[in-house]
T-cell receptor, first 113, second 111 residues
C-alpha cells in the first residue's frame, strides 16, 4: 500500500482479556517499530525489528507485551491480560533501513475497561 | 540520548510566521535535530531535519545556532491546518527509533 496501515483502528476490551494489534508496513521497508502514546504525551518506544536480526525489545513495559514480525513484513503486537493502564494509542512505523526516517501509521486506539 | 525542552503550547493567527524553539543542552556531536508534526488521530509526520546552521524545505525552516544547544522551527504564513502538536527530537541517526519523545508543543492557529 501507499503507507503504513494498522488494524483495528479502535479496540475496546475488558480488563484481563488479550488483544492483538496488527501493522502492515510500507512494502520494502526492512525496519519496523512499535510505539505507545498516552493521551497528551509523546511516544514511548516499545520494540524494533530490523530484517532478520533479533528484535530490540528493550522498551516493552512488561512480559504481558510481545510482538512478532512474520516474513519480514506484517507485525502483530500482543498484549496479554490487559490492564486499564494499557489504554493508549499504539503506533507502528517502518523505514527503509534503521537510520532512515520512520513513516508512521494512524495508530490503534486501545481502551481497556 | 539528549533530552529536549519545548513550550507546552503556542497560539498564533493565520498568515503569521510561527517560531517554535527547542532546547537541547546535552546534544552530542553525532546528534541530528528532527521535527515531527502530529495531527489528532494520526501518527507523527516528519517535517524537517538538520545538523547545523539552517535547513529549509517546502514546509518549514530549521535554524540551529553554532553551539547547537537549541533549534528553532519556523513555519511561514501559517494556516488553520497547521494546528497540530510539534515534536523536537535529538539523536544519532543510527538509533533514531529510541529517541526520547517529549509532550511536544501544541500549536493552535486562530482565524
Amino acid at each position: 500500500g501507499a503507507g503504513v496501515s494498522q488494524s483495528p483502528s479502535n479496540k475496546v476490551t475488558e480488563k484481563g482479556k488479550d488483544v492483538e494489534l496488527r501493522c502492515d508496513p510500507i512494502s520494502g521497508h526492512t525496519a519496523l517499530y512499535w510505539y505507545r502514546q498516552s493521551l497528551g504525551q509523546g511516544l514511548e518506544f516499545l520494540i524494533y525489528f530490523q530484517g532478520n536480526s533479533a528484535p530490540d525489545k528493550s522498551g516493552l513495559p512488561s512480559d504481558r507485551f510481545s510482538a512478532e514480525r512474520t516474513g519480514g513484513s506484517v507485525s502483530t503486537l500482543t498484549i496479554q491480560r490487559t490492564q486499564q493502564e494499557d489504554s493508549a494509542v499504539y503506533l507502528c512505523a517502518s523505514s527503509l533501513e534503521t537510520n532512515k526516517r520512520p513513516w508512521f501509521g494512524p495508530g490503534t486506539r486501545l481502551l481497556v475497561l | 540520548l539528549a533530552k529536549t525542552t519545548q513550550p507546552i503550547s503556542m497560539d498564533s493567527y493565520e498568515g503569521q510566521e510561527v517560531n517554535i524553539t527547542c532546547s537541547h543542552n546535552n546534544i552530542a556531536t553525532n546528534d541530528y535535530i528532527t521535527w515531527y508534526q502530529q495531527f489528532p488521530s494520526q501518527g507523527p509526520r516528519f517535517i524537517i531535519q538538520g545538523y547545523k546552521t539552517k535547513v529549509t524545505n517546502e514546509v518549514a525552516s530549521l535554524f540551529i545556532p553554532a553551539d547547537r544547544k537549541s533549534s528553532t522551527l519556523s513555519l511561514p504564513r501559517v494556516s488553520l491546518s497547521d494546528t497540530a502538536v510539534y515534536y523536537c527530537l535529538v539523536g544519532d541517526k543510527g538509533s533514531n527509533y529510541q529517541l526520547i519523545w517529549g509532550a511536544g508543543t501544541k500549536l493552535i492557529i486562530k482565524p
